[in-house]
């Protein structure tokens, strides 16, 4: 037991002993690494040391030559500085002395001014009392000339206007009569020529003049048969025209009256129909005015289209040529106006070539100047205006509208081409032959002339002469001057121009004379 505890007590402290010596052998080795390891960092240290002393030497070097760099870049700058500063110091010096030259010539120019202004004062006080003088001796002068005068000076004023007034007056119109004079040398000659050429170049027919159409018959039975039974004949004949039938005394005839052109030409024709038929009654009538208001329609259709080629004016709406035809049937102062339309458009086409004017222009307006009285009985207005708007809706040129609607002065003239139209117009109603008017309208064309003449001032007396184709007009001498004498004659021309209707011109002839008388005693 003794041995055991022996051998244990052995085995423990041999364990013992070996732990102990594996301990401290293991203290030894970790001694030994930490003595290295410290030996280690004591080197690292002293080379650490060693390097930080380089690296400051190597900063101290480089802070030194950074620090010379920068101290010499400073001074560069500061060089610098001073030479600009130097150079604007220098500037500043010579713009300082030329201030200073300005702001001595200005204190010199300050006192020549106020030197001159003092003696523009004293120049002006002393004009200011020869002013004065001035101002009294001319008062005593216009005293003394108003007393010598005995006239104030408004009346003296007054009498050398009216002097100067009338002397202006007569050499006024002095002056208007020799511009005139010259104008009517050349402007009649140019005129005269032009007409004169037109008119030879164109010859047509004369017409008479047609208010009412009528129908010749073959014995005056035939009227009898015309009216019908209780008058149903002539009354079936009226509603289906739309014409007024008489039957007079005349022999052998009837008489077909309307306002409408057309519609008198269609009763005409189946007026002369029936007759020559024989068969009257209503049924035959009313088949007769279809089948002959058809026939005028072709005839109306046919004659504008033939005054279109006739004139040379191509482009015409079918409406506007239709109506054109409608002239056919119309006449005014005894004139056809069918006729009238063709002549004017060939005198408007002749003119205008002489002239250097749209020769085509010319003859269209002149061609459709007198279009609206085809249908001014059933539309409001002038036949001139009528024209011009139905021209114009049918997509009538502008231009030629305007010759339309100014040829009678309704409107104001916009093209040369409107004149020419005005004056062919006039040119195919005033030739030899062309118009003739009844005796009626003749003798109150007259008298209207003598009217017009007779309501200005100063009219003595007024005549109508040339078969109404002139007024002479005396004037009273003390009221009407040769500048109003002159002014007269253009207002009256004016006044006859808006109210009257009449074919041709109207010559106005202002006579002023003075006559004086005394006796040798």
Known sequence: METMETIILAIATAIIGIGAGYGMGV???RATLLKKQQDEGQSALLQASNDAKELLNTAEVEKTQIIAEAEHAAQQRISDAEGVLQRRRRVLSDEDERIQRRRNELDQRMERLEQRDQQLNKRQSRLDRKENEIIKSESNIVEKLQGIAQM???????????????????????????????????????????IAMAIQRLASEQVSEVSVSVVPLPSDDMKGRIIGRNGRNIR???????????VDDS??????????????????RTMAKLVTDGRIHPARIEKLVEDTRTEVERIVREEGERAAYETGVHGLHVEVLKLLGQLKFRSSYGQNQHAHAIETAHIAGMIAL?????????????????IGKAIDHNVEGTHALIGAEFVKRYGGNDRVVNCIAAHHHEVEKECVEAFIVEAA??????????????????IRRVKQLEEIANTFDGVEQSYALQAGREVRIIVRPEVVDDYLAIQLARDIAKRIENDMQY????KVHVIRETRRVEYAK
């Open 27 to 29: 203290w030894r080795g």
């Open 152 to 194: 104030t000076v408004e009346e003296a004023r007054q009498a050398l206007l009216d002097s100067i007034e009338l002397d202006a007056r007569n050499d006024m119109a002095r002056i208007i009569r020799q511009v005139e004079a010259e104008a009517r040398e050349t402007a009649d000659h140019r005129a005269r020529s032009l």
């Open 236 to 246: 079936s004949f009226e509603l289906a025209t739309g014409v007024d039938v008489v």
């Open 251 to 268: 022999p052998e005839s009837v008489t077909i009256s309307s306002f409408d052109p057309v519609r008198r030409e269609v009763a005409k």
């Open 354 to 370: 002489e002239l250097g004017a749209d020769a085509n222009i010319a003859k269209t307006g002149g061609l459709m100047h007198d």
């Open 425 to 442: 117009d006039a040119i195919s109603g005033a030739r030899p032959g062309a118009r003739r008017e009844s005796l009626d309208s003749y």
């Open 503 to 506: 074919p041709g011109q109207i």
